[in-house]
């Protein structure tokens, strides 16, 4: 990662280390990271070099989804999943500093100069400088250094002229907190002016300081992505986490594109297009054979074959069509173990036959992930990737993004239909306030319904149940609902789906340990499991207030849903914790008809 000061003494030095999914995540592009010495930002991926072919991932389907040709995994030192190359660069961000001794604010621009950068010039501190602890950032993907100097002259130039006036910023009284902080102008008569009222009382905003449109993270590469913006600016701590929310999309590597033949053709696919056809099998047989000498030719040449047809009808595929794929193929159960998936059909217990039709263990899982871009202010609605509110990854747009395929395993759950239409009938309007919530909130999710209200919610209560039962960390579980679309006025827009998949993909051992398999496998620890899922369901200890909630989470758009009984960890949850109500799981003690379970629950 780089250095942050550019005068002539100032040298590239790594200033620290993340682990490699990291970088997809919550030390992304653009994201602001605390190490021991600076506080930079994870600069963009236009230095990143990208030759080693090793480290690039090829899936069809992630490709319609993002629209990039291929995906790069960030170059690890020694293969051991941490960060020391020189394609992951970074540049001190916030390039204010504090200076705890005098007190004094400081640019970058005044201390490049030094020998020491770190060190204060005013007092000759030997103590180390700190970040600035407040930054401006606006809808748009833009942050920059909180303006200090317009804001203790009250969004005036400092009348002594000076281009980096002495700022001083204090707490009043012995006092540590935001109300007693203060910043004055020493460069001249300036009267000190309290910070608190710097985050605005109306959303936050900073009135009267336009966006300066800054995307540091870009800087490096000689420039920035945009140059005016209109949004509103917001002042926050720079550690605060509206700053940075990632932008990812994902998929399972599935037959065929799991196959390792069909892989290395898709690798070479762009070399093999120009190849003339009479040339063809020669060029199979001595430069892609030997790369893989255990297939045969026939083998290649079937896997060709595959990928020009499924290449042909990828080109029309929507997301939908994507989880209708992935979705026929959880549910077809037992399958070739060969690949990057495999899977086998278990028993349902007793108990939940009416209610569950198919569970599959999933033995050897793909996940791939990609990095689009982030967000700053509020998570993506989730609506487009062309929005203007995702900010770049690069300066140029670039025929692929960062990713990274995730190896683990999971359960696969496939609810009885007929159930759940019946369980819809029961209903009558419930869910009709958390449905004009949804049109008001800024969220987008196209397979919202009823059926998702319950699945996305059997899916929380299953992966809680999980962690406390069999010693995984909740936040390494992951859930991927596959529910029917449905178009603006609730209207089927794809194939009836009813199913959920619990998993694990991480790049340590914790993807491959076989837990969530043999819980699968084993019909009486699943069931157990399932039953002491329906059980803690039951009893909240914020009851009967959260029980019987129609107005809780983000912007309301959840019910029966609080961090005692539902909530997960936002790595898990793929809605980012709304649209849960645990009562369409158990229904309430005076109407189990509201709960698809709830006569099951009455038996218990």
Not at 523 to 547: F, H, I, Q, Y
Request: charged residues 25%; neutral net charge.
């Amino acid at each position: 990662m780089g250095n942050p000061f550019k005068g002539k003494k100032a040298k590239e030095h790594i200033v620290g280390s993340v682990r490699q999914h990291q970088l997809l995540g919550t030390f992304g592009i653009g994201s602001i990271v605390d190490f021991v010495e600076d506080t930079v930002i994870i600069a963009g991926v236009d230095d990143w070099v990208i030759d080693d072919e090793s480290r690039h991932i090829y899936n069809e389907n992630l490709r319609v989804l993002t629209g990039a040709d291929f995906f790069v995994e960030p170059k690890p030192e020694n293969n051991n999943g941490w960060i020391r190359s020189k394609d992951v660069l970074a540049s001190i961000f916030p390039r204010k500093f504090y200076c705890t001794k005098c007190q004094r604010i400081l640019d970058a621009e005044e201390l490049q100069t030094q020998k020491n950068p770190r060190r204060c010039f005013c007092c000759d501190s030997k103590i180390p400088l700190v970040a600035s602890r407040f930054v401006v950032i606006c809808e748009n993907g833009h942050i920059d250094d909180f303006p200090y100097s317009w804001w203790a002259h009250g969004g005036q130039e400092c009348p002594s002229g000076k281009k980096h006036p002495r700022i001083k910023m204090f707490n009043v009284g012995g006092r540590s907190d935001m109300e007693s902080l203060y910043v004055q102008c020493e460069s001249c008569p300036q009267p000190p002016k309290p910070m608190f009222g710097a985050f605005g009382g109306d959303e936050g905003v900073l009135r009267g300081y336009d966006c300066g449109a800054s995307h540091p993270h870009l800087k490096r590469s000689g420039g920035e992505a945009a140059k005016t913006c209109d949004a509103n600016v917001k002042t926050r701590l720079r550690s605060s986490s509206s700053i940075y929310f990632p932008v990812t999309r994902s998929a399972l590597s599935i037959p065929p594109w799991s196959r390792e033949a069909v892989q290395l053709i898709l690798a070479k696919y762009a070399d093999i297009e120009y190849i003339p056809e009479d040339n063809l099998e020669r060029y199979l047989k001595d430069r892609i054979l030997p790369l893989l000498p255990h297939l045969s030719l026939e083998t290649l040449q079937e896997a060709l074959r595959i990928v020009r047809e499924e290449k042909q009808a990828v080109s029309g595929k929507k997301e939908t069509d994507i989880y209708r794929d992935e979705y026929v193929v959880l549910s077809r159960g037992s399958t070739e173990k060969t690949g990057e998936y495999s899977a086998s059909e278990t028993e349902v217990p007793e108990l939940f036959k009416p209610y569950i039709e198919k569970i599959v263990a999933v033995d050897k899982l793909v996940n791939i992930e990609a990095l689009c871009g982030f967000t700053r202010d509020k998570p993506w609605n989730g609506s487009d990737l062309c929005d203007k509110k995702i900010a770049p990854l690069s300066l140029k747009k670039l025929p692929w993004l960062p990713g990274m395929k995730m190896n683990g395993e999971g359960i696969f759950i496939k609810f009885a239909e007929s159930e759940i239409n019946e369980w819809r009938a029961r209903l009558n309007n419930r869910y009709e306030k958390l449905k004009t919530n949804y049109k008001r909130s800024y969220f987008y999710n196209t397979r919202f319904s009823e059926e998702y209200i319950f699945m996305h919610s059997f899916a929380h209560l299953l992966i809680r149940q999980i962690a406390d039962v069999c010693g995984y960390n909740s936040a390494s579980l992951q859930e991927k609902i596959y529910s029917t679309f449905r178009g603006k006025t609730g209207e089927k827009i794809s194939p009836s789906m009813y199913g959920i998949l619990i998993f694990v993909a991480t790049p340590d051992s914790e993807g491959s340990l076989g837990g969530l398999v043999s819980i699968a496998q084993d019909k009486a620890m699943l069931g157990d499991l399932l039953v002491n899922m329906l059980k803690e369901a039951l009893w909240c200890s914020a009851d009967p207030l959260c029980a019987t909630s129609t107005d809780q989470g983000f912007e309301s758009l959840n019910y029966a849903a609080c961090h005692n009984c539902t909530l997960l960890p936002e790595t898990s949850c793929e809605s980012r914790n709304v649209f849960l109500d645990r009562i369409a799981v158990t229904g309430l003690p005076e109407d189990r008809s509201i709960g698809v379970m709830g006569d099951l629950v009455d038996k218990l």
